[in-house]
T-cell receptor, first 122, second 111 residues
Framework: DAMVIQNPRYQVTQFGKPVTLSCSQT?????MYWYQQKSSQAPKLLFH???????NEADTPDNFQSRRPNTSFCFLDIRSPGLGDAAMYLC?????????????????????FGQGTRLTVV | RKEVEQDPGPFNVPEGATVAFNCTYS??????FFWYRQDCRKEPKLLMS???SGNEDGRFTAQLNRASQYISLLIRDSKLSDSATYLC????????????FGKGTKLSVKP
């Protein structure tokens, strides 16, 4: 049974038209990640949540936003997609540990990935 | 220096060959290390975690050298089904820890 589910698997959007990608998990993991992966490149971290704490990577464009309304769901919003945003978007989860806010750590456990959403911008 | 660097590849090997991948990481505070496998147009999947003492899982052996900030993966008796991209992944740990991926090394096992 899939534990990290991304919808849709394939998304076609128009240049400049806002689009939302979704991710849900049944693992009850604290941490959820969004990665962007372009062809023949490594997955690039956009941001991650530790519970409700949002951590943005310094080089993530403002065009990318995220929401995590509860433990199970996380959304990636692309406000004005450009042709360069066409990629595979991967959601992942991992287990966190420690007590907030000062002792939170990402535990030494692997990340579980969803199957990804392949975004095409036309 | 990039945070996680891997052998450029691609590696084209015959069935039954032994192949080794190397990976270096720049953050000496990194806490945990993994090898992931990614098939074409699929999501990465964990192959194995890498422990300080080294670990083996069937035909796969992973080694970690913290002093040299170096990780390796050895695949013995390669199978056609081993053809994939192998990603070295480092968790920088701490409250802002995140998983950093290397670019991956593509392996192609030929009959």
């Amino acid at each position: 049974d899939a534990m990290v589910i991304q919808n849709p698997r394939y998304q076609v959007t128009q240049f400049g038209k806002p689009v939302t990608l979704s991710c849900s998990q049944t693992l009850n993991h604290n941490v959820m990640y969004w990665y962007q992966q372009k062809s023949s490149q490594a997955p690039k971290l956009l941001f991650h949540y530790y519970d409700k704490d949002f951590n943005n990577e310094a080089d993530t464009p403002d065009n990318f936003q995220s929401r995590r309304p509860n433990t199970s769901f996380c959304f990636l919003d692309i406000r004005s997609p450009g042709l360069g945003d066409a990629a595979m978007y991967l959601c992942a989860t991992s287990r966190g540990g420690g007590a907030p806010p000062t002792r939170r750590t990402i535990m030494n456990t692997e990340a579980f990935f969803g199957q990804g959403t392949r975004l095409t911008v036309v | 220096r990039k945070e996680v660097e891997q052998d450029p590849g691609p590696f084209n090997v015959p069935e039954g060959a032994t192949v080794a991948f190397n990976c270096t990481y720049s953050n000496s505070a990194s806490q945990s290390f993994f090898w992931y496998r990614q098939d074409c147009r699929k999501e990465p999947k964990l192959l194995m975690s890498v422990y300080s003492s080294g670990n083996e899982d069937g035909r796969f052996t992973a080694q970690l050298n913290r002093a040299s900030q170096y990780i390796s993966l050895l695949i013995r008796d390669s199978k056609l089904s081993d053809s994939a991209t192998y990603l070295c992944v480092v968790n920088n740990g701490g409250s802002q820890g995140n998983l950093i991926f290397g670019k991956g090394t593509k392996l192609s096992v030929k009959p």
